[in-house]
């Protein structure tokens, strides 16, 4: 198994989990605002804990802890597009717009545009 899968079956895990404490049927699959304050600590260990033993060459770079603390930003899904695109991150991506209103997980003409004039590496 590899670490991106072993991080897809753990969330998956903790999504059902958190749902002990939720009404049934109510949201399909996410979180309601009911969940036990003990699932959702839960949770977040064990998502924490197992990111943690993603080693630096696995199909996705981590991002140092620095750079997750700060607001998300295009170049930043730029940088680390495996982990913010298609690893553990890509929620937060799509919860996420960039100064021209588009979620960064899509294309961005103004953003490319940007990046192309300030010389960045990313284009």
Known sequence: MTPAELLTLID???????HIG???GSAHGRP???ESEE???VYAKIKEAVEQLVPDNAA???PPADVLAK????QVVAEYPDWFLSGPGREQA???QCAHGYNLTDSCPGCDADDEAAGHPFV
């Open 12 to 18: 998956d895990y903790g999504r059902r989990m958190l």
């Open 22 to 24: 939720s009404l049934p």
């Open 32 to 34: 309601t605002g009911n």
């Open 39 to 41: 699932a959702k600590a």
């Open 60 to 62: 996705y770079r981590r």
């Open 71 to 74: 607001p998300l930003t295009h």
């Open 94 to 96: 799509e919860r996420t």
